[in-house]
């Protein structure tokens, strides 16, 4: 544990002696050991003026080649009960913690002097000029054996002088020492302080002779006037604010007043506005995406269980062609008549998803950029997806256009679904946009900057945010949607668009990362894990900072002798993020995807939104 970064050292030094002044006690030097300069000027000042000598070193091997033994005080920003005791037992005299106040640790450097056997405080007690003596701790002052009457103040100036004879004083350092360097005023306006300097003749004048001779030629530089010195009576004038200082330092403190004044009001009238702000209704609504073209089967079973919780479905039966001309390309399971009308009967709504998803290329931005940047293919694409719509008695359609090229498509895809929108709508048909998170603009990644929230959500009927996907396949493990961060996104979401109209991204679907990549699983396939290597589930609650996660997860080791760790979703997880739906008065969740999900999230969704009892 380091405890040179901040102590002193004390040592008595040699006789407090000045030209023709004698003191009956030492001073006492100080070492000031500390790395910011900022700590060791404030020290240093104010040591010296409580009449220490100081001495200054910047890291603790300058202080080592000090060969005497002294006492030391450690100061220092470590506050733990340990931290004291070992400072202490390391030969520490006393131990003060930051922050600190100056007078305090002044009075310490006092009490350690007077422990160690130096007494008194460290400076001269009497100051002796010829017949005249200066008793500093009984504050009198006596010439030639008889008592004068001073005030305070004029007691702090003689004082002052006579503990710098033969030097030559500012103004400043005058003020500083004398009336405290937080002194406000004018320091050039000067009033009288005549503390009897004929009856002290020729003695101030002995005392002091370089500052009256210094101020008899730079008056201006001390504030002394020369007929100070030769005119009747003699004396020495110090600066007094005047009343147009008075009167300015006034107007200043009252603007100062307004000032904070209004920026307390103002914070108040904001805090009250935020209060009175109404959330609007969540409108519950659950959407739900089926992929009909991979787990399939599963896909279909969890939406005849549990059709009745869902009031929008979004098969993933489209892509738009690679060619990016604006055909459209429907995948296996797509146009499935029976399921449009299963649906329909029930009053849920039939969305489909179109995405730019390729065997081949994943999500890839080149068909879409190509098609949003030609005004013929973008029209022929927004033709394609209305004729289809109608053809197949679709509700609408849900875009779902992934990973961009951030700024060079965000204005063309905007354009785009604003022609959309407008396309669809002309025939009482729904636009649903799905988009990458993100907490502002433009994003901070290229999926994210390609979509403007602003212009996107007013076109848009359905504005689904995909809330999911905060730790990915390709990076370290960790939580897929941490609840704080869902909460980061929704706070910029409802600042740009209507918050009936977002959707919050719920993921049904789970990570199982080794070897620095993951592949995905539904929770079905993580408690067949669990069971299969004794794995215990655990509970991630906050963050290392306090903010709340909310997700299960656990570690195995598999027959390889690889370690995995698997971060999942649950009926706890789920029902931790459908609360934020009230919280911020959304539109409702969708949920990727159907298929092996916990059984138990539905009850949640039942429990959470009653999203069975809403209708459009």
């Given at each position: 544990?380091?405890?040179?970064?901040?102590?002193?050292?004390?040592?008595?030094?040699?006789?407090?002696?000045?030209?023709?002044?004698?003191?009956?006690?030492?001073?006492?030097?100080?070492?000031?050991?500390?790395?910011?300069?900022?700590?060791?000027?404030?020290l240093?000042y104010?040591?010296?003026?409580?009449?220490?000598?100081?001495?200054?070193?910047?890291?603790g091997?300058?202080?080592?080649?000090?060969?005497?033994?002294?006492?030391?005080i450690?100061?220092?920003?470590?506050?733990?009960?340990?931290?004291?005791?070992?400072?202490?037992?390391?030969?520490?005299d006393?131990?003060?913690?930051?922050?600190?106040?100056?007078?305090?640790l002044?009075?310490?450097?006092?009490?350690?002097?007077?422990?160690?056997?130096?007494g008194?405080?460290?400076?001269?007690?009497?100051l002796?000029?010829?017949?005249?003596?200066?008793?500093?701790?009984?504050?009198?002052?006596?010439?030639?054996?008889?008592?004068?009457?001073?005030?305070?103040?004029?007691?702090?100036?003689?004082?002052?002088?006579?503990?710098h004879?033969?030097?030559?004083?500012?103004?400043?350092?005058?003020?500083?020492?004398?009336?405290g360097?937080?002194?406000?005023?004018?320091?050039?306006?000067?009033?009288?302080?005549?503390?009897?300097?004929?009856?002290?003749?020729?003695?101030?004048?002995?005392?002091?002779?370089?500052?009256?001779?210094?101020?008899?030629?730079?008056?201006?530089?001390l504030?002394?006037?020369?007929?100070?010195?030769?005119?009747?009576?003699r004396?020495?004038f110090?600066?007094?604010?005047?009343?147009c200082?008075?009167?300015?330092?006034?107007?200043?403190?009252?603007l100062?007043y307004?000032?904070?004044?209004?920026?307390?009001?103002?914070?108040?009238?904001?805090?009250?506005?935020?209060?009175s702000?109404?959330?609007?209704?969540?409108?519950?609504?659950v959407?739900?995406?089926?992929?009909?073209?991979?787990?399939?089967?599963?896909?279909?079973?969890?939406?005849?269980?549990?059709?009745?919780?869902?009031?929008?479905?979004?098969?993933v039966?489209?892509?738009?062609?690679?060619?990016g001309?604006?055909?459209?390309?429907?995948?296996?399971?797509?146009?499935?008549?029976?399921?449009?009308?299963?649906?329909?009967?029930?009053?849920?709504?039939?969305?489909?998803?179109?995405?730019?998803?390729?065997?081949?290329?994943?999500?890839d931005?080149?068909?879409?950029?190509?098609?949003l940047?030609?005004?013929?293919?973008?029209?022929?694409?927004?033709?394609?997806?209305?004729?289809?719509?109608?053809?197949?008695?679709?509700?609408g359609?849900?875009?779902?256009?992934?990973?961009?090229?951030?700024?060079?498509?965000?204005?063309?895809?905007?354009?785009?679904?604003e022609e959309?929108?407008?396309?669809?709508?002309?025939?009482?048909?729904?636009?649903?946009?799905?988009?990458?998170?993100k907490?502002?603009?433009?994003?901070?990644?290229?999926?994210?900057?390609?979509?403007?929230?602003?212009?996107?959500g007013?076109?848009?009927?359905?504005?689904r945010?995909?809330?999911?996907?905060?730790?990915?396949?390709?990076?370290?493990?960790?939580?897929i949607?941490?609840?704080?961060?869902?909460?980061?996104?929704?706070?910029?979401?409802?600042?740009?668009?209507p918050?009936?109209?977002?959707?919050?991204?719920?993921?049904?679907?789970?990570?199982?990362?080794?070897?620095?990549?993951?592949?995905?699983?539904?929770?079905?396939?993580?408690?067949?894990?669990?069971?299969?290597?004794?794995?215990?589930?655990?509970?991630?609650?906050?963050?290392?900072w306090?903010?709340?996660?909310?997700?299960?997860?656990?570690?195995?080791?598999?027959?390889?002798?690889?370690?995995?760790e698997?971060?999942?979703?649950?009926?706890?997880?789920?029902s931790?993020r459908?609360?934020?739906?009230?919280?911020?008065?959304?539109?409702?969740?969708?949920?990727?995807?159907?298929?092996?999900?916990?059984q138990?999230?539905?009850?949640?969704?039942?429990?959470?939104?009653?999203?069975?009892?809403?209708q459009?």
């Amino acid at each position: 544990m380091d405890y040179t970064a901040h102590f002193f050292l004390l040592q008595n030094a040699c006789l407090y002696h000045h030209i023709g002044v004698q003191s009956t006690t030492v001073s006492h030097k100080i070492l000031v050991v500390d790395d910011e300069q900022s700590i060791t000027d404030l020290l240093e000042y104010n040591l010296r003026r409580n009449g220490y000598r100081v001495v200054v070193a910047h890291d603790g091997r300058q202080a080592l080649r000090r060969e005497e033994a002294v006492p030391i005080i450690m100061l220092t920003a470590r506050d733990e009960e340990v931290d004291r005791v070992v400072g202490l037992e390391l030969g520490a005299d006393d131990y003060v913690t930051k922050p600190f106040s100056v007078r305090e640790l002044m009075a310490r450097v006092k009490a350690v002097l007077r422990r160690v056997g130096s007494g008194g405080v460290g400076v001269a007690d009497v100051l002796r000029a010829g017949p005249l003596e200066i008793d500093v701790l009984s504050r009198e002052v006596r010439l030639a054996g008889a008592g004068l009457p001073l005030t305070q103040l004029e007691f702090d100036l003689l004082e002052t002088l006579a503990r710098h004879a033969g030097q030559v004083l500012s103004r400043q350092q005058l003020l500083d020492q004398v009336w405290g360097y937080d002194y406000y005023g004018d320091s050039r306006a000067v009033d009288r302080v005549d503390f009897a300097k004929n009856s002290l003749n020729p003695w101030v004048d002995f005392f002091t002779p370089n500052i009256w001779e210094a101020a008899l030629n730079q008056p201006s530089h001390l504030g002394v006037s020369s007929r100070d010195f030769y005119g009747t009576p003699r004396g020495f004038f110090l600066p007094l604010p005047s009343p147009c200082v008075i009167l300015r330092a006034m107007i200043k403190r009252a603007l100062l007043y307004i000032a904070v004044f209004a920026c307390l009001l103002f914070l108040l009238l904001g805090y009250i506005e935020q209060q009175s702000v109404t959330v609007p209704p969540p409108l519950n609504r659950v959407a739900a995406w089926m992929p009909s073209s991979w787990d399939a089967a599963r896909a279909r079973a969890s939406w005849e269980t549990n059709h009745a919780h869902i009031q929008e479905l979004s098969p993933v039966w489209y892509q738009l062609a690679p060619g990016g001309d604006g055909s459209i390309l429907p995948y296996s399971g797509a146009r499935d008549g029976g399921l449009v009308e299963e649906a329909h009967a029930q009053s849920t709504l039939v969305v489909p998803l179109i995405n730019n998803c390729y065997a081949d290329a994943g999500f890839d931005p080149a068909p879409v950029s190509a098609m949003l940047h030609d005004p013929a293919r973008r029209a022929a694409h927004v033709n394609a997806l209305v004729n289809e719509t109608l053809t197949y008695n679709y509700d609408g359609v849900d875009v779902d256009y992934e990973s961009l090229n951030g700024l060079a498509d965000r204005d063309a895809f905007s354009l785009f679904v604003e022609e959309l929108a407008a396309a669809l709508h002309a025939h009482g048909k729904l636009l649903s946009v799905t988009v990458h998170p993100k907490t502002d603009e433009p994003g901070s990644w290229e999926g994210p900057q390609a979509q403007d929230w602003t212009r996107v959500g007013a076109a848009a009927d359905r504005f689904r945010v995909m809330t999911y996907g905060y730790h990915w396949p390709t990076s370290d493990p960790g939580p897929i949607a941490p609840l704080w961060w869902m909460e980061d996104v929704m706070d910029f979401a409802v600042s740009v668009v209507p918050p009936n109209r977002i959707y919050l991204g719920i993921h049904f679907y789970g990570h199982d990362w080794a070897g620095g990549t993951s592949s995905n699983l539904t929770w079905e396939s993580a408690r067949a894990l669990m069971t299969t290597h004794g794995a215990i589930p655990q509970w991630k609650t906050a963050s290392g900072w306090g903010r709340a996660v909310s997700e299960p997860w656990f570690t195995y080791t598999d027959d390889a002798g690889r370690a995995h760790e698997v971060w999942y979703a649950d009926e706890a997880s789920i029902s931790a993020r459908l609360r934020l739906v009230e919280q911020y008065g959304l539109g409702g969740v969708a949920v990727w995807r159907l298929g092996g999900e916990d059984q138990a999230n539905w009850s949640a969704i039942g429990d959470v939104l009653h999203s069975a009892d809403q209708q459009e």
